[in-house]
């Protein structure tokens, strides 16, 4: 990958809190080409789910009534976490595995779908504050396979009782697939006994090397969610 291939985004500069300002976000699709891109297949990342040179993303407040929890391994999710950061006072809590995705695509692929064939999920190397002070909760994730990746899966069956009965607003970066199922699958699992207890925002969805360009798009959906929370 050439240096111009990767492009190193400063963003987050208007979230006050040291520990997330400051730490630029490196992206390694931004502004590929479609030919280039290939839609994400290809992507390499740090090998650290975007932590080699950075702490992972923690940003908790006393006061916010919102938080953005996301998992990324190659920076597109995590470029558009903090952009709706920016637009917003919510906190910030990255999701984090024990054992990080690899550098190489194929190699993060073969074990992804080893995962998904296994329903063997990977194991969280996070502390997650009690959530109960946060009414909307934004979800953010890579789409792998047509549905949730793996980090996400994880936290939701780890984590998701603490998210009932909460605004819940998905957002994704993809490789010009869409959604798929991941939020139907997101929903399924936040129900109990068979039952939702929250209300959705409808998902925002992004191209992974588009997060840049999509700024006016990605305010717009931010400026809903945080007019109906
Ligand atoms: C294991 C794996 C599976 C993927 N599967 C899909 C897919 O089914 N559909 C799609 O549109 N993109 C898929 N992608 C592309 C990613 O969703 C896309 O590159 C995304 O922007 C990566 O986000 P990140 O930089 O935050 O990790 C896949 C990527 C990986 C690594």
Redesign the pocket.
Known sequence: MTFKERMNVEAGSAVMDNQISGQPVT???LGKTASA?R???G?S?DGM??NASNQPTRRLTKQARSIII???????????AKQIAKETQADILEIVVKEP?DSN?QQ??A???SERETANYPELNMQVPDLSQYQTVYL????????L?HPMTAFLIQYGSQLQHKQIAPF???????Q?DSVERLKGMLKVDGRSTNRYESALV????K?DREIKQINQWTSRVTQRD
């Open positions: 992206v390694y699709q891109w839609h994400g297949a992507t990342s789910d975007t996301y998992f990324s391994r190659s920076g597109s999710t995590e470029l558009l995705y695509y993060t692929l074990r992804a779908n953010g994730y890579p789409v792998w396979a047509m549905t990746s994704m970066t993809e490789g010009g697939y869409g798929g992004i191209d992974g090397n997060v």
